[in-house]
């Protein structure tokens, strides 16, 4: 039967039938898809689709085309695939039909045919595995979308409002005409759901992880609500540094180190956590000095203090570099106070700033360099506004003789003085970099980067020059402070970089200390290494006596019974058994010590994790305390960052949130961000793309960014 003789049959409860009238129009015209409440209304009796007195005319659908199209509950058909109405034509024909699946481009997905189509791949989609697919066999799953919709909303910290913009629901219908509006309601329980299904696949890795180390801040929010961040720090079966945030909860004042180690015990047991924390970084401040008292306590109560307690409450380094910063700039407060209203003066109108890139350029300064104005809560940016002030010395002093309102040009002994501290923090700023980076380092890297701040403190604070001695003695006094409770831990990390060992800590030990102390300062160090090493020693034995126990039993156990022989069997294997302590190991510790050091140059990158990873079954018990050890870290950079998701999720618009709901948001953000290979913009991203803190030098004419 061909196309043009293909008549249309009325749908029963067996086999697809149409009932056609004997009048209407003859002209096919396609229609909007219908809403979800025609598509649950009943289906229509025989007596409500017939008109007049026509005669009905029942034929068995034949043609194909009927694969891809359906009767609907007014008397039309629509496409399967892209969900189009068209009215009957009266005779019948389908050629219609036809014309409209040469078109659809849901039916070419469908059909694997891609000519004419934009080809899109699956990195431009960011897709990592079947779970992220929103098309599947070219049908589009509406469930599927709203679920990654909510993915978008928590990943970017975006408000629940996003998914009733008009703009952006018109982008969306203009993509799929398919796409169905969801309300603002309907989305805040999709991204409740995203967060707790999240949730659970991170209990699950929790699971498998056998040390994990925290790091915790408080914070007050707009509406002057405590809250407290928890991040958990861990390496998971892949050998790969992970970290998580756990907790974002809000905290009842007093924030007394009583009440903040209870809210840190309360989250550590709901992730089922309590028996596996190695080590907790805290601020410098005496009530998280009292917490960790008493966390320290609590977990020597159940026996469950790792690392036989040595690092068990670490410094936050970043604080202390911090405060040390703060002692060197205070001696050139008014200076630097001169540089940031002259940089303020300068931005305000455009003239001067041109008359400012001349002069540079009459001098001969390079004006590639962008004036800074410093945020006074972050250092570095006090440092680099310092740094580039320093470049335009001579156009300031230019400046100042042809503009008399200029009133902030720094005396000849403040620059002086300014020279000096951004010279010694040349050192911290770089220290700072690799401690705050966005890949935040193992601690095999901590020593070397230490060290570099030490010697530049102590270089100052034996120099000629009497006011670079004044400003490091405070510094001096105040890193000690630090250096004293964390060398030992920085010195077992790098012990546990293969391109490092010994050598390290008998370079850094060696400059830092007198002659007569570097000797016993590196036997307290390898002391709590051997020391460390013998406790998961012992673990291992454990261990692998328990799993060569049981082994033996099911060896000999099914077959004890049906042998003659088996007590003598038996006997054999109780005697075995017997054997296995009286050798003790070979130390992988002293084996390792032993080799020489792996040969890596440190201009290409390296990962000490992988490298372990690899080396796992030549030193099993080393590589453990490696995997523990590495992951601790000694800055709360972590979870402060937390605090910046927090402020925009609790802006002055949603200040109403609850206090579940942003623990669900903050958390929620972190682990999906986490758990996407591609690097996801936030809001915080755009405001630091978008961020004027520098002010370019425009030379004639040319435009200010």
């Not at 002209?27 to 026509?54: L, R």
């Not at 809250?227 to 007093?254: E, V």
């Amino acid at each position: 039967m061909t196309q043009s003789q293909a008549s249309v049959a009325v749908e029963t409860t067996n086999i697809e039938e149409v009932q056609v009238s004997s009048g209407g129009d003859s002209e096919a015209v396609a229609e909007e898809p219908q809403t979800n409440e025609s598509a649950e209304t009943p289906s229509p009796t025989p007596s409500m689709a017939c008109t007049g007195d026509s005669n009905l005319k029942k034929r068995k659908r034949t043609s194909e085309i009927w694969l891809n199209f359906k009767n609907n509950d007014r008397g039309k058909v629509y496409c399967v695939h892209c969900q189009k109405h068209y009215k009957v034509v009266k005779a019948g024909t389908t050629t219609h039909l036809w014309r409209h699946l040469e078109s659809c481009v849901h039916y070419k997905r469908h059909q694997g045919k891609t000519a004419g189509l934009i080809p899109i791949s699956e990195t431009q989609l960011g897709v990592v595995d079947e779970g992220d697919r929103v098309w599947v066999n070219g049908k589009w799953d509406p469930v599927k979308d709203r679920e990654m919709l909510a993915n978008v909303i928590v990943g970017h910290e975006l408000p629940f409002m996003f998914s009733e913009y008009s703009l952006f629901r018109k982008y969306m219908l203009y993509n799929n005409p398919l796409w169905q509006k969801v309300s603002r309601t309907t989305i805040t329980r999709e991204c409740m759901k995203v967060v707790e299904s999240e949730r659970d696949k991170l209990k699950k890795i929790f699971k498998d992880v056998d040390k994990v180390s925290l790091t915790s801040d408080c914070w007050t929010s707009n509406r002057t609500v405590g809250f407290m961040c928890i991040t958990a720090h861990y390496i998971d079966s892949g050998w790969n540094l992970q970290k998580r945030i756990i907790t974002f909860k809000d905290l009842s004042p007093p924030h007394s180190g009583e009440v903040i180690s209870d809210a840190i015990l309360e989250a550590i047991r709901k992730w089922g956590i309590e028996d596996k924390i190695g080590t907790i970084t805290l601020d410098n401040a005496s009530n998280n000095d009292k917490a960790a008292g008493l966390l320290r306590l609590s977990f020597e109560a159940r026996d469950k203090l790792h690392f036989l307690g040595y690092f068990f409450h670490i410094r936050c380094c970043a604080h202390i570099l911090n405060l040390v910063v703060q002692d060197g700039l205070g001696k050139i407060d008014k200076g630097l106070n001169k540089i940031r209203e002259g940089v303020k003066y300068l931005k305000k109108s455009q003239a001067r700033l041109v008359k400012f890139g001349e002069i540079a350029t009459q001098l001969g300064i390079c004006t590639n360099r962008s004036l800074c104005i410093d945020v006074k809560t972050r250092w570095n940016s006090t440092y680099h506004m310092l740094d580039v002030a320093i470049h335009y010395k001579l156009a300031f002093e230019g400046y100042a003789q042809r503009d008399s309102n200029f009133e902030w040009l720094p005396r000849r002994d403040q620059w002086e003085k300014a020279e000096k501290v951004r010279n010694l923090l040349t050192v911290f700023n770089e220290t700072t970099k690799v401690f705050s980076g966005s890949s935040y380092p193992t601690s095999n890297l901590f020593l070397v980067e230490i060290f570099n701040v030490k010697k530049a403190i102590c270089d100052a604070y034996v120099s000629d020059d009497e006011f670079t001695r004044e400003m490091s003695l405070a510094m001096y006094d105040k890193f000690e402070k630090y250096w004293g409770e964390v060398n030992v831990l920085m010195a077992v990390a790098s012990i546990l970089d293969p391109r490092l060992k010994m050598v390290s800590v008998k370079f850094v030990f060696g400059v830092l200390y007198f002659r007569d102390e570097v000797g016993s300062r590196i036997d307290v160090v390898m002391q709590k290494l051997r020391a460390l090493y013998d406790l998961y020693a012992k673990e291992f034995m454990s261990s692998s006596e328990a799993a060569a126990s049981t082994a033996a039993r099911e060896a000999t156990g099914p077959s004890s019974s049906a042998q003659p022989y088996s007590g003598g069997t038996n006997n054999f294997w109780r005697y075995l058994e017997s054997t296995w302590g009286e050798e003790p190991p070979v130390a992988d510790l002293d084996s390792y010590l032993k080799e020489p050091v792996f040969q890596h140059r440190s201009s290409s990158p390296f990962d000490v994790l992988q490298w372990w990873k690899t080396n796992a079954v030549r030193y099993p018990i080393l590589s453990k305390l490696a995997k523990d050890v590495l992951c601790i870290p000694i800055t709360t950079v972590s979870s402060e960052s937390a605090f910046s998701a927090g402020g925009r999720i609790l802006d002055d618009y949603r200040s109403s949130l609850k206090e579940n709901v942003v623990e669900n948001l903050v958390c929620g953000g972190d682990w999906i961000r986490a758990n996407t290979r591609a690097e996801m913009q936030t809001i915080e991203h755009a405001a630091k793309a978008e961020e004027d803190l520098t002010v370019k030098i425009p030379i004639g004419q040319l435009s200010i960014n």
